[in-house]
């Protein structure tokens, strides 16, 4: 069965950084890429970005573009999440979740991990 797990959310001052966790299990690594989400209070989820198992980040949001980068350790099944000079607008729930390669579909989400970030 396939889990994800996040970790490494909390409280952190504006310009601060942060790096989250997803501890995947269960993903047949030629079957699945994995993204990164964040849904702020009152508003829709957003995507931020996306990698494969090879590491290679295929896509940033524009908003996070310099600040935010994803990264992988295939030994340990997981991907990670760098955030610095964090900001209060950065403020949210991040999820990661495993889409199908062969669908793109989102099929396979983590419970999420808050981020929150004083100014």
């Known amino acids: 069965q396939v889990q994800l797990v996040e970790s490494g959310g909390g409280l952190v001052q504006a310009g601060g950084s942060l790096r989250l966790s997803c501890a995947t299990s269960g993903l047949i690594s030629s079957t699945y890429t994995l993204g990164w989400f964040r849904q702020a209070p009152g508003k829709e989820r957003e995507f931020v970005g996306t990698i494969d198992w090879s590491g290679v980040p295929t896509y940033y949001t524009a908003s996070v573009q310099g600040r935010f980068t994803i990264s992988r350790d295939n030994a340990k099944n997981t991907v990670y999440l760098q955030i610095n000079s964090l900001k209060p607008e950065d403020t949210a729930v991040y999820y990661c979740?495993?889409?199908?390669?062969?669908?793109?579909?989102?099929?396979?989400w983590g419970q999420g991990t808050q981020v929150t970030v004083s100014s």
């Open positions: 979740a495993a889409a199908l390669k062969t669908t793109g579909a989102y099929v396979r």
